[in-house]
């Protein structure tokens, strides 16, 4: 298991996620559609030349899917019992088919859950850079998170 314990996830700890991802004409197109989002903006190379942003952007949702993707590995994987919430999601730059993205993540707060004794809950912010360093998302979110399993006694 790879994820980190409640105990592990001090607040101010920020990590730097080593995986990163190129967004493609694919992804984009595939899960416009599979979410029936028919946004010209997404789909349309004509009608996006026409708006402010002169080409397609990638659809939001999937940015975000991302951005909260990447990290799991390093932060929560078996170690999360859910998505409490997401408190704030920002996308101050578009992101654009070919754009390679590159997340880090900050705990914010953790507290000790008041009804479940094993576990806690703790508040992430993840943040979306493109190659250039741009900003691109911008999200915070509480997750359930479990605490370190109490030792074994071997006898």
Same mark, same amino acid.
């Given at each position: 298991?790879?994820?980190?314990?409640?105990?592990?996830?001090?607040?101010?700890? +920020?990590?730097?996620?080593? &995986?990163?991802?190129?967004?493609?004409?694919?992804?984009?197109? %595939?899960? !416009? =559609? #599979?979410?029936?989002?028919?946004?010209?903006?997404?789909?349309?190379?004509?009608?996006?030349?026409?708006?402010?942003?002169?080409?397609?952007?990638?659809?939001? +949702?999937?940015?975000?899917? &991302?951005?909260?993707?990447?990290?799991?590995?390093?932060?929560? %994987?078996? !170690? =999360? #019992?859910?998505?409490?919430?997401?408190?704030?999601?920002?996308?101050?730059?578009?992101?654009?088919?070919?754009?390679?993205?590159?997340?880090?993540?900050?705990?914010?707060?953790?507290?000790?859950?008041?009804?479940?004794?094993?576990?806690?809950?703790?508040?992430?912010?993840?943040?979306?850079?493109?190659?250039?360093?741009?900003?691109?998302?911008?999200?915070?979110?509480?997750?359930?998170?479990?605490?370190?399993?109490?030792?074994?006694?071997?006898?």
């Amino acid at each position: 298991m790879s994820g980190l314990y409640f105990e592990e996830l001090d607040p101010g700890l +920020v990590i730097k996620h080593a &995986v990163t991802r190129t967004v493609t004409e694919t992804d984009n197109l %595939l899960f !416009t =559609t #599979l979410t029936l989002n028919v946004q010209p903006l997404h789909l349309d190379a004509e009608f996006a030349k026409h708006s402010m942003y002169g080409e397609r952007i990638v659809n939001s +949702v999937f940015t975000l899917g &991302v951005v909260v993707g990447i990290p799991v590995q390093e932060t929560t %994987l078996g !170690t =999360t #019992l859910g998505n409490l919430g997401f408190e704030e999601i920002a996308f101050p730059a578009p992101v654009l088919i070919g754009d390679t993205l590159r997340i880090e993540t900050e705990i914010l707060s953790r507290r000790e859950s008041k009804s479940r004794p094993d576990t806690g809950i703790v508040r992430f912010e993840h943040r979306g850079f493109n190659q250039n360093d741009k900003l691109i998302c911008r999200v915070q979110r509480s997750g359930l998170m479990l605490k370190k399993p109490a030792e074994v006694a071997v006898s």
